[in-house]
């Protein structure tokens, strides 16, 4: 089976973003594209906004093999004794006259993308264009696994930095990262082989840089470039990464420690109360402004009785799974209303919201099928997209031009849409119509997650459907019990074929014991209490517009349709600042961060429940508008 080559080059506006390469066979390309899409999607630089694959058979006679440089580490204690040591290899290859000139051009010369080719022979720089620099091409580790999607920075060092020692007039290469959670460097060269140097530089500091040594009275600068950017290169006997101590959990603390340096480490809060509009938290009473009790059922009196009944008549637990022993008369009861809610033929409970995607997208999908994904889905839609094995294409977000010429370029004949209904960390809407009118163009399964739709949008907040009219409905409507319906657990609702498959191939549903029966009673009440109580969506849909007018008053940019408002800080720090601000005077608000979202893009994400008053929600605006002031950068 022949080779191909193919290299991903991605951008965001004018900033390089990511870019990776492979030599595969042909049966594997389409999972590394999409593995390499993944990673341009999803970079701690931020979303690419351009993404370029090419792709090349390559010749066998044109394919040079060879051995991996041999490893070794040099760690020190410090950015400074980093870079004496790297001297010290430097004049071992006797370069003691240009040394620290070489180490200087590579901690200084940071706008540029691609590396410096340095002449010792004649102290200057010979790349054709200074800007552009000399990028290194064409090159793979010998079965090298295509549908990798994270960086793995080891590996492809090693196969770059090999192809470049072996370079006709070569010296040595020297690497800084441009990755900001990326501390490691080298130094490479035929003497000492592969030479992994850290600290190279401080936690978070995106500056990287790559310099050529290179010797003009060995060979000609043209012959070098050639080789670099031309030769096709598989590298042999790849050693295999060992840990930089040999005690496992000293990896986890490393990475807790530098989590918390780049003010990303998470912690947890502990709620001394029933989940309301107020909570007490360590003997204060604080006002709730991140609950998904949307419409605060979870406090509601008669959900807690019916959860209470249920648990007295029906058990604490359910005892096994639903295939077996777990299955209730609340079971389907609860299935019942559901149908009945969302205007669908049969509905299927899972454990959870997460349980729930998990299994569906995982049953109905397999290898033979495409996945057309949002950009900004939930974790739990992405997780069970990759359990699928399907081949998965990200579209931006809620652009559905984006979407059709996606479907367009990848003819399936098994294929599904799925797209959150209301996006968890932005709050804006699903284009429920166009996405369901694609679907039916090109006879694809639609899917919409109305985690945080149900009970939210809608004239009497049956979700994402009624927001549209009901004019449009997608094939599977999938949600959850443990958000505006303050109880527990998730669910599809869709035709009764799909439900019966998903009861005998939906693995989340199948190997789990079923549901407390105290949180399906919960739940059927709560629905019950919406359908009597319409007006509790309309309340919250009216806090939702006042609130938005406080914030601007108060010179905040804010903009949401629904109950989740995002408050862009940018800056981690920052955000943490604001957050920690508006606790310190009575309102928990906390800040999100990366990985949650995009580097740079730390925010409030306010979540506001049917009971705010206005009275509470305009002095919380005051709040937020001196915090911001106080803090943001």
């Known amino acids: 089976m022949p080779l191909y080559s193919i290299k991903m080059r991605a951008s965001k506006g004018d900033l390089h973003v990511s870019g990776a390469e492979r030599i595969i066979l042909q049966s594997d390309i389409s999972n590394a594209v999409s593995a390499l899409t993944e990673r341009a999607l999803h970079h701690g630089l931020g979303r690419a906004d351009f993404i370029n694959v090419k792709m090349e058979e390559v010749a066998p006679k044109k394919l040079q093999y060879l051995d991996a440089l041999p490893v070794s580490k040099r760690p020190a204690d410090t950015v400074e004794e980093t870079y004496k040591i790297m001297k010290e290899m430097l004049c071992e290859l006797g370069l003691e006259a240009t040394a620290d000139a070489l180490i200087d051009l590579l901690r200084h010369n940071h706008p540029m993308r691609g590396a410096v080719l340095y002449d010792v022979a004649t102290s200057s720089r010979l790349e054709p264009d200074h800007e552009r620099g000399i990028r290194v091409t064409y090159m793979d580790a010998e079965g090298a696994a295509s549908n990798c999607s994270g960086k793995n920075h080891f590996r492809e060092a090693i196969v770059l930095a090999t192809k470049v020692v072996n370079a006709p007039g070569i010296i040595a290469e020297l690497c800084l990262s441009d990755d900001p959670d990326y501390l490691v460097g080298y130094l490479a060269s035929l003497k000492h082989g592969y030479v992994r140097l850290m600290p190279m530089k401080e936690m978070g500091n995106p500056h990287g840089g790559r310099v050529f040594i290179f010797d003009s009275t060995k060979a000609k600068a043209e012959d070098a470039i050639n080789y670099l950017e031309k030769q096709r290169v598989l590298v042999r006997g790849l050693p295999v990464e060992k840990p930089a101590n040999p005690n496992p959990e000293q990896i986890f603390a490393d990475e807790l420690k530098q989590l918390k340096e780049q003010n990303l480490y998470r912690s947890l809060r502990t709620m001394d109360s029933e989940q309301s509009k107020y909570v007490e938290m360590q003997g204060h009473k604080v006002l709730m402004l991140a609950s998904n009790s949307y419409l605060d059922l979870a406090a509601d009196t008669r959900v807690k009785q019916a959860a209470a009944e249920a648990a007295l008549q029906w058990g604490a637990g359910s005892g096994g799974s639903r295939l077996t022993t777990g299955n209730t008369a609340l079971h389907e009861a609860l299935e019942r209303k559901l149908a009945q809610f969302k205007g669908t033929e049969a509905a299927l409970v899972f454990n959870t919201g997460y349980m729930a995607n998990v299994g569906i ?111 449009v409905r997608p094939d599977i409507l999938m949600g959850t019990l443990s958000k505006a319906l303050g109880a527990e657990g998730g669910y599809a609702c869709a035709s009764k074929v799909i439900i019966d498959y998903l009861k005998n191939k939906a693995r989340s549903f199948i190997f789990a014991t079923s549901q407390a029966p105290a949180a399906l009673a919960a739940a059927l009440r709560a629905i019950e209490v919406l359908e009597e109580e319409p007006q509790r969506a309309q309340k919250l849909q009216h806090n939702v517009e006042f609130f938005l007018n406080a914030l601007h008053a108060e010179g905040v940019e804010a903009y949401s349709p629904t109950a989740i408002i995002p408050i862009i800080i940018g800056d981690e720090k920052s955000a943490l600042q604001v957050a920690d601000e508006l606790l310190a005077n009575g309102v928990l608000a906390p800040a999100i961060r990366y990985p949650t979202v995009a580097k740079g893009t730390a925010r409030l994400r306010v979540a506001l429940m049917a009971t705010h008053t206005e009275a509470e929600l305009s002095q919380t605006a005051k709040l937020i508008g001196a915090a911001i002031r106080k803090y943001k950068k």
């Open 361 to 471: 997208i995982s049953a109905l999908c397999n290898s033979e099928s495409v996945i057309f994904s949002d950009e900004y889905n939930h974790a739990s839609i992405i997780d069970g997209a990759r359990l699928s094995k399907a081949r998965i294409v990200v579209y931006n977000h809620n652009d559905m031009q984006d979407l059709e010429a996606k479907i367009l370029a990848t003819p399936c004949s098994r294929g599904l849409i799925v797209s959150d209904a209301v996006f968890s960390m932005d709050g804006d809407i699903v284009d429920l119509p166009a996405l369901v009118a694609l679907g039916q163009k090109y006879h694809l399964l639609t899917m919409i997650d109305e985690a945080h739709a149900t009970g939210v949008i809608g004239k009497t907040g049956h979700g994402t459907v009624e927001h549209f009219g009901n004019t």
